[in-house]
């Protein structure tokens, strides 16, 4: 009982939110992945490989990464039918010096560019800064991936730097962009992301 209580803690069941709802992955939400992860376009925003995967590595990736005890991994519902639309996790957690790597897939393309994807990284950072307790959040991006940037952006992440020419896609060299945000700066964001980061009434009542 004392192990689900310290998971419970740092990983809760699920997190809810205005437009969003995180919850723990389940084995059900495999088909999704593999047929968002054979979406040609997704892997090139998100993967260094250009060959496809095949589905014995997505289902390896699915168990390591998102089911794994020790993974910190949420399916991402579009609110209020609970629909699956991406998933999200923390990864490389850096208990000294409290740190920790952000990773978010929008898979269904009908739910890019509505704010899906900003409300599910401000609940993360929330839960980051004031349940994990973390100093830095920090991540990567392809640096042709310019919806991105900006909707990281627009939560607060500040581009740190560049790994120039880490990508070649197109017929050309792409800087891979490293981007972070402090704890003391989503303090002072927080108040703006407020309205988001509580449930509607019509969502406690689901989620109870």
């Given at each position: 009982?004392?192990?689900?209580?310290?998971?419970d803690?740092w990983?809760?069941?699920?997190?809810?939110?205005?437009?969003?709802?995180?919850?723990?992955p389940?084995?059900?939400?495999?088909?999704?992945?593999?047929?968002?992860?054979?979406?040609?376009?997704?892997?090139?925003?998100?993967?260094?490989?250009?060959?496809?995967?095949?589905?014995?590595?997505?289902?390896?990736?699915?168990?390591?990464?998102?089911?794994?005890?020790?993974?910190?991994?949420?399916?991402?519902?579009?609110?209020?039918?609970?629909?699956?639309?991406?998933?999200?996790?923390?990864?490389?957690?850096?208990?000294?010096?409290?740190s920790?790597?952000?990773?978010?897939?929008?898979?269904?393309?009908?739910?890019?560019g509505?704010?899906?994807?900003?409300?599910?990284?401000?609940?993360?950072?929330?839960?980051?800064?004031?349940?994990?307790?973390?100093?830095?959040?920090?991540?990567?991006?392809?640096?042709?991936?310019?919806?991105?940037?900006?909707?990281?952006?627009?939560?607060?992440?500040?581009?740190?730097?560049?790994?120039?020419?880490?990508?070649?896609?197109d017929?050309?060299?792409?800087?891979?962009?490293?981007?972070?945000?402090?704890?003391?700066?989503?303090?002072?964001?927080?108040?703006?992301?407020?309205?988001?980061?509580?449930?509607?009434?019509?969502?406690?009542?689901?989620?109870?």
């Amino acid at each position: 009982m004392e192990e689900v209580l310290a998971r419970d803690d740092w990983h809760p069941p699920q997190i809810i939110g205005r437009q969003v709802a995180l919850r723990r992955p389940r084995p059900d939400d495999l088909p999704a992945v593999i047929r968002w992860y054979h979406d040609p376009e997704i892997a090139r925003l998100t993967r260094y490989q250009t060959r496809p995967m095949s589905n014995a590595e997505i289902e390896r990736f699915f168990e390591i990464r998102l089911l794994s005890p020790d993974a910190l991994a949420y399916s991402i519902l579009e609110l209020p039918d609970w629909r699956l639309a991406g998933f999200t996790t923390f990864s490389a957690f850096d208990a000294d010096n409290a740190s920790v790597l952000f990773h978010i897939t929008i898979g269904e393309r009908d739910a890019w560019g509505r704010g899906l994807g900003s409300e599910a990284t401000a609940l993360m950072l929330d839960h980051a800064f004031a349940r994990l307790g973390v100093h830095r959040v920090g991540l990567t991006v392809f640096g042709y991936n310019e919806r991105a940037i900006r909707a990281y952006q627009k939560v607060g992440f500040r581009i740190e730097g560049r790994l120039r020419d880490a990508v070649h896609r197109d017929g050309r060299w792409w800087d891979e962009v490293a981007m972070g945000i402090l704890a003391d700066e989503w303090a002072e964001l927080r108040a703006h992301w407020a309205a988001v980061l509580e449930p509607a009434p019509e969502s406690r009542a689901v989620a109870s």
